[in-house]
Nanobody
Framework: QVQLVESGGGLVQPGGSLRLSCVAP???????????LTWVPQAPGKERESVAT?????????TYAESVKGRFTISRNNAEKTAYLEMNMLKAEDTAVYLC??????????????WGQGTQVNVSS
């Protein structure tokens, strides 16, 4: 069963906006609520490097890469088992396949990682 499914990508001009979604049909609600959620762009020839993370804790701590601070916003809706990435003031260098990752915290300090297939974001004039 597909674990995570991303959507919302597309072609946008520099300065434009997109909203990505990540739903988790293959993850139980209990597991989703114990998962830290991360958006990871994958560009050709580049290593994967997360740009936004939101914790599973009640405070929902958020962290961002310097390259997207002030432009991207991550959020989550546990009831809908969905993560979001609001992308504003997009730049050509944001072009990539955006993957969603859920890292579930298990007992004994262990983790289980779920991945999606990604959604393509192209920023071009």
């Amino acid at each position: 069963q597909v674990q995570l499914v991303e959507s919302g990508g597309g072609l946008v001009q520099p300065g434009g906006s997109l909203r990505l979604s990540c739903v988790a049909p293959g993850v139980t609600l209990a597991a989703f609520m114990k998962s830290t959620l991360t958006w990871v762009p994958q560009a050709p020839g580049k290593e994967r490097e997360s740009v936004a993370t939101i914790s599973h804790l009640r405070e929902a701590f958020k962290t961002y890469a310097e390259s997207v601070k002030g432009r991207f916003t991550i959020s989550r809706n546990n009831a809908e088992k969905t993560a979001y990435l609001e992308m504003n003031m997009l730049k050509a260098e944001d072009t990539a396949v955006y993957l969603c990752k859920a890292t579930q915290t298990l007992d004994w300090g262990l983790e289980y990682v779920y991945w999606g297939q990604g959604t393509q974001v192209n920023v071009s004039s």
